[in-house]
């Protein structure tokens, strides 16, 4: 079964930090874009960042460049968000994605939900 | 505000059939693939179409997708009850080169 499982998410205080991870098993993680893609409370879908196989690129939305740093360890099936100088807009449910080529998002995770909030 | 443009609601009878558009510009949807997500309450989004008009193992042939110029479109024929949803656009934005997503549309049976 093709999975991804995040972890990580929680109750953070506005200028704070926390660090998502996303566990994959069932596809070829070592060859595949991979995606962190977020949903605030009733609202629509953002991109957040997206990296390649080997990290060589990496893009991240305008709202959080600068504060967010995606990485990977393929040894591990593991993706990672670094969050910093958290705001109170960054509150919402952080989806772990894989990008099945052309940013056809397949598979995701179940999210986890990050609340900054003083 | 959303870098793609849909309609906030669309609604039809069970068994009809409804198109979800999908608008953009020669950044987006005119230069690259386009894809659709089906967002079911409470859950996460489900890909549905994608390369404009292919469809995921699983999806069955009441969805389809299509597009042209900077426009793309989600039809559902045979509508039933289950397939009350929230449904987004998305496409990869070669000048702000990122993933972008359309506002979402809730589709009410």
């Known amino acids: 079964e093709q999975q991804l499982v995040e972890s990580g998410g929680g109750l953070v205080q506005p200028g704070g930090s926390l660090r998502l991870s996303c566990d994959g098993s069932g596809f070829p993680f070592t060859n595949s874009w991979m995606s962190w893609v977020r949903q605030a409370p009733d609202k629509g879908l953002e991109s957040v960042a997206n990296i390649n196989h080997d990290e060589s690129e990496k893009y991240y939305g305008d709202s959080v460049e600068g504060r967010f740093t995606v990485s990977r360890d393929n040894a591990m099936n593991s993706l990672f968000l670094q969050m910093n100088s958290l705001r109170v807009e960054d509150t919402a449910v952080y989806y772990c994605v894989r990008n099945r080529g052309f940013f056809a998002l397949d598979i995701w995770g179940r999210g986890t939900l990050v609340t900054v909030s003083s | 505000q959303s870098v793609l443009t849909q309609p906030p609601s669309v609604s039809a009878a069970p068994g009809q059939k409804v198109t979800i558009s999908c608008s953009g510009s020669s950044s987006n949807i005119g230069s690259n693939f386009v894809s659709w997500y089906q967002q079911l309450p409470g859950t996460a989004p489900k890909l549905l179409v994608y390369?404009?008009?292919k469809r995921p193992s699983g999806i069955p042939g009441r969805f389809s997708g299509s597009k042209s110029g900077t426009s793309a479109t989600l039809g559902i024929t045979g509508l039933q009850a289950g397939d009350e949803a929230d449904y987004y656009c998305g496409t990869w934005d070669s000048s702000l080169t990122d993933v972008v997503f359309g506002g979402g549309t809730k589709l009410t049976v």
């Open positions: 390369e404009n008009n």
